[in-house]
């Protein structure tokens, strides 16, 4: 009987899970009538959206196609978006565009679909802030920005607050400068403002990295608000805890993840951002079944105390070994525990270079043009799909794949 796993997902962790699904049934299976398998990726599209280059000012091949990808290691794809999960009956619905829905059942679920905007309770703020966090977020900035042009200049029309110093809100920040005049022209005041609640914005990643960062900021012409909150954000700018009110057009929201609200309908224990701790071999615990990987799942990287973030790093290595594991479960192969000890960040810091830091405690290795080049590299090549190449794939696919060198 044909037994089936569902990848909830097609991010960098859902792609990576296929991958790795289809590389245990169709290589390490060495029993034919034990791999009827079938592998079926849950997406509204097949497509890879490259959420890290967001921030960028040029939004092209932002959403690689994987459909040729898939087709070539074996994997179906239904396009959909999952609205319910019933770990009981061991099944998904699936909301189809304008057709019925579908009730799919399925032997193993890997939930990969990632993360979401959160947005806190602060007056006006989902109403009047943009986003970098999806391909349509960062359009209908793109669009806004591009229509300010057309505004008669004002100090609102010319000023961009980004709120959050995280790794997101900075690389946004710094591009930001050069993307404002070269819309507004170079007669325009560009104003671009970060604001956190932080004492010293980017001191959660060390004191030396945090340096680098505010002379980044001071270069590229930011203004750093740091140990504040908004407090309310409407039509005209954002007013801050201090009192200050920054009048500004365009606000851009940077300051809040959280795991995907179908999280949610797995039972179990989860962080405050909403992921499910998983146990080495990415179960689920709480349920039969069900495996959490990317943005859904919590899990240790190492045995120094150290736990993944929502990063592509992180959900490239946790896709491979949950789809494995899927797998491996049904052709009765030993599972393989996930570990990733080797954690590298690279931020761009717009026209002052990228900041390259290896370890948990973020020694500085490479800053300016040298990080740069390494951020590139990540943003044009590591983090994308692979060519259709179903041997070549599989080479990469294995479950002890090492994500960064
Ligand atoms: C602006 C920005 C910059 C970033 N920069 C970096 C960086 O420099 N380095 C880094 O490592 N990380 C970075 N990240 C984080 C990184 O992008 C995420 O951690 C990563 O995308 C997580 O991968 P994932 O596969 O878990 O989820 P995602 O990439 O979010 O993929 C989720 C998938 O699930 C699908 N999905 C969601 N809900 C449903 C549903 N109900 N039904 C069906 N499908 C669904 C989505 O369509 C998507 O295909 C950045 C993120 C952003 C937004």
Request: hydrophobic residues 40%.
């Given at each position: 009987?044909?037994?089936?796993?569902?990848?909830?997902?097609?991010?960098?962790?859902?792609?990576?899970?296929?991958?790795?699904?289809?590389?245990a049934?169709?290589?390490?299976?060495?029993?034919?009538?034990?791999?009827?398998?079938?592998?079926?990726?849950?997406?509204?599209?097949?497509?890879?959206?490259?959420?890290?280059?967001?921030?960028?000012?040029?939004?092209?091949?932002?959403?690689?196609?994987?459909?040729?990808?898939?087709?070539?290691?074996?994997?179906?794809?239904?396009?959909?978006?999952?609205?319910?999960?019933?770990?009981?009956?061991?099944?998904?619905?699936?909301?189809?565009?304008?057709?019925?829905?579908?009730?799919?059942p399925?032997?193993?679920?890997?939930?990969?679909?990632?993360?979401?905007l959160?947005?806190?309770?602060?007056?006006?703020?989902?109403?009047?802030?943009?986003?970098?966090?999806?391909?349509?977020?960062?359009?209908?900035l793109?669009?806004h920005?591009?229509?300010?042009?057309?505004?008669?200049?004002?100090?609102?029309?010319?000023?961009?607050v980004?709120?959050?110093?995280?790794?997101?809100?900075?690389?946004?920040?710094?591009?930001?400068?050069?993307?404002?005049r070269?819309?507004?022209?170079?007669e325009?005041?560009?104003?671009?403002?970060?604001?956190?609640?932080?004492?010293?914005?980017?001191?959660?990643?060390?004191?030396?990295?945090?340096?680098?960062i505010?002379?980044?900021?001071?270069?590229?012409?930011?203004?750093?608000?740091?140990?504040?909150?908004?407090?309310?954000?409407?039509?005209?700018?954002?007013?801050l805890?201090?009192?200050?009110?920054?009048?500004?057009?365009?606000?851009?929201?940077?300051?809040?993840?959280?795991?995907?609200?179908?999280?949610?309908?797995?039972?179990g224990?989860?962080?405050?951002?909403?992921?499910?701790?998983?146990?080495?071999?990415?179960?689920?615990?709480?349920?039969?079944?069900?495996?959490?990987?990317?943005?859904t799942?919590?899990?240790?990287?190492?045995?120094?105390?150290?736990?993944?973030?929502?990063?592509?790093?992180?959900?490239?290595?946790?896709?491979?070994?949950?789809?494995?594991?899927?797998?491996?479960?049904?052709l009765?192969?030993?599972?393989?525990?996930?570990?990733?000890?080797?954690?590298?960040?690279?931020?761009?810091?717009?026209?002052?270079?990228?900041?390259?830091?290896?370890?948990?405690?973020?020694?500085?290795?490479?800053?300016?043009?040298?990080?740069?080049?390494?951020?590139?590299?990540?943003?044009?090549?590591?983090?994308?799909?692979?060519?259709?190449?179903?041997?070549?794939?599989?080479?990469?696919?294995?479950?002890?794949?090492?994500?960064?060198?």
């Open positions: 009987m044909t037994q089936r796993i569902i990848i909830a997902g097609s991010g960098f962790a859902g792609l990576w899970a296929a991958m790795s699904a289809a590389r049934v169709y290589t390490l299976d060495k029993d034919p009538m034990a791999s009827d398998i079938e592998i079926i990726m849950v997406s509204p599209e097949p497509k890879v959206c490259i959420r890290p280059r967001l921030y960028e000012a040029v939004l092209e091949n932002m959403d690689p196609d994987i459909g040729p990808l898939l087709q070539e290691v074996g994997v179906k794809h239904l396009p959909g978006f999952i609205e319910a999960i019933d770990t009981y009956k061991k099944s998904i619905t699936v909301l189809k565009h304008g057709e019925e829905n579908v009730t799919l399925y032997d193993r679920l890997v939930l990969a679909t990632g993360s979401e959160f947005h806190p309770p602060v007056p006006g703020l989902a109403k009047y802030t943009f986003s970098v966090n999806t391909l349509s977020d960062a359009r209908k793109h669009e920005l591009q229509a300010l042009a057309s505004q008669s200049r004002s100090q609102a029309r010319d000023t961009i980004v709120v959050g110093g995280g790794l997101t809100g900075l690389e946004t920040a710094t591009e930001m400068p050069t993307r404002l070269h819309i507004l022209g170079p325009a005041e560009a104003r671009v403002v970060i604001v956190d609640t932080a004492d010293q914005i980017g001191i959660d990643m060390g004191i030396e990295p945090a340096t680098l505010a002379q980044a900021l001071s270069d590229c012409g930011v203004e750093a608000r740091a140990g504040v909150r908004v407090e309310e954000v409407d039509e005209c700018g954002v007013r805890s201090n009192g200050e009110h920054i009048k500004a057009h365009t606000v851009i929201w940077a300051a809040g993840m959280r795991a995907s609200s179908l999280t949610a309908q797995i039972p224990e989860r962080d405050s951002l909403g992921r499910i701790l998983g146990d080495e071999f990415l179960h689920a615990p709480g349920v039969k079944g069900v495996f959490v990987t990317g943005d799942v919590k899990v240790p990287t190492d045995n120094q105390g150290n736990y993944n973030v929502m990063s592509c790093q992180h959900a490239m290595s946790l896709g491979r070994v949950a789809g494995h594991n899927a797998a491996a479960e049904l009765g192969l030993p599972l393989h525990p996930y570990s990733q000890p080797k954690y590298v960040t690279c931020l761009d810091l717009g026209p002052w270079g990228a900041l390259y830091t290896e370890g948990w405690d973020r020694q500085v290795h490479y800053i300016r043009n040298e990080g740069k080049k390494i951020k590139q590299e990540i943003n044009t090549v590591w983090i994308y799909p692979p060519e259709p190449d179903r041997e070549a794939v599989f080479s990469v696919a294995n479950p002890d794949f090492v994500v960064v060198p």
